[in-house]
Nanobody, 125 residues
């Protein structure tokens, strides 16, 4: 099993950038595809981005394409989400998630094997 811990959230202004990190303290990270989901108040948890086991495959939800970049460093057991040009609609709790593949993670929350506890991102307009 992987054990996921997110960091890097915070309060920023519209147009600013943040980089989230997801660090694994469990089994070999390269055995898993890893994704980011987010949940805004009163809304369902939604897929944001995912990356394959060795970083060659990525996928993004349409609303973040061109602004967010997911990457991973398996030697450091860490996946990153670089978020640029943030806007108020990006405000949410961001969760790191491990699963079998990018396509399965993109299909939704039921495909997630392991969740992190989440990190709050707040964008003021």
């Amino acid at each position: 099993q992987v054990q996921l811990v997110e960091s890097g959230g915070g309060l920023v202004q519209a147009g600013d950038s943040l980089r989230l990190s997801c660090t694994n303290s469990g089994r070999t990270f390269s055995n898993y595809a890893v994704g980011w989901f987010r949940q805004a108040p009163g809304k369902e948890r939604e897929f944001v981005a995912a990356i394959g086991r060795f970083g060659s495959a990525t996928s993004y939800t349409d609303s973040v394409k061109g602004r967010f970049t997911i990457s991973r460093d398996n030697a450091k057991n860490t996946v990153y989400l670089q978020m640029n040009t943030l806007n108020a609609e990006d405000t949410a709790v961001y969760y790191c998630a491990a699963g079998s593949s990018v396509s399965l993670l993109r299909s939704g929350v039921k495909a997630v094997d392991t969740w992190g506890a989440g990190t709050q991102v707040t964008v003021s307009s």
